[in-house]
């Protein structure tokens, strides 16, 4: 009796070159950064521990119909090169393999996109954090991963890079095309992801779960604002676990942009996001809860950032 086991060989690579020639030469390969998606995903698939017969027949998909062949896996976490973390101007340069935690901590985070730390602070436990990647977070395009919405509302480039084709920078609503579906080729690595940072935002970032940690989140808002005066020059609103992939609710930036702040404006944006919602993605069993929470988050963090400005007294 032959014993299959779902991870057929690991390779540790030692630079982002020899990581691009081994995906080049083994089209299955699956790039390994924290394994805090990946693994769970081969055992959910198996049905079983890692190493092991698969346990019966029934696949991830309910049915037996799962990919069971063996994954080969390419280890990319040990790469210094993807670490790292940069101001380039007033762009923030964050390597794909930069630990979550690492980038809750940062001070060049910190400075420049106050929401993705806090994004990022939210992940898991500390545990999880430690290990997994923003990389990570973003090519398993999760609709409910954290650093999504932040990225969003950054307007986030994704930077790829293959033996083959080179170098290609996607926007990440551009990357991510659906639920756990990116359009990356099985060739291309991401290495890095630009953000623009600048000062002068006001930022918000709300994220409600079941609990305080350790749960995915329900739903999460990102709202960048810049004011001049009091009118809204500027504004960026994304969210979370609403939408199937990364995007910013332009209906909603519409209903302030431009004009001044006012409470029944954010209440408005609050409405704008959650009519958007259901407008793309249909009525669904959680509607009823997700469009009024919706709604309030959205309006709330709106305000966030106008009592960040001195334009509206938070909390009540
Ligand atoms: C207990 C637990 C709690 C969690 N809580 C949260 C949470 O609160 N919020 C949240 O957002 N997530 C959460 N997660 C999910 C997970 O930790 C994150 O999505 C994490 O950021 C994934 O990063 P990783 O480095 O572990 O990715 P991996 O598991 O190594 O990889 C994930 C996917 O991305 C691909 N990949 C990774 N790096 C690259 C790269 N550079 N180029 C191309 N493809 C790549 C892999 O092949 C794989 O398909 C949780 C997971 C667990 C197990």
Redesign the pocket.
Known sequence: MSIRMPIAEVYRTSSVDDALAFLAEHPGA????????????LRTRWGGPLVGKPGGAQGADGGGGADLSPASLLD??GLPE?RDIRADGRKLVIG??AR?AEVASSPQVAAAAPTLAQAAG????VQ?RN??????????A?P????LPALAVHEAVCV?RSQRGGERRLRLGELVTGPYCTC?RPD????AVELEGGSGWRQSYMRL?RRQA????RLIVAVLMRFEGSTVADVRISAGAAFPSPRRIEPAERALLGAPFSRAAAREAGEAAAEEMVRVCGIRWSTRYKQPVLAALVERAVRQCAAKEGLDEWPE
């Not at 939210?122 to 436990?125: A, I």
């Not at 409910?144 to 650093?147: G, P």
């Not at 350790?214 to 989140?217: E, K, R, S």
């Open positions: 699956r790039p390994l950064a924290g394994g805090t998606d990946l693994l769970v995903e990319i976490s993807l794909a393999c979550v939210s992940v898991g436990s999880i290990r997994a990647t923003l990389g990570g977070n973003i090519m398993n999760s409910a991963a954290d650093s790829l990356a291309e690595l991401l290495v779960g350790m749960t995915i989140a």
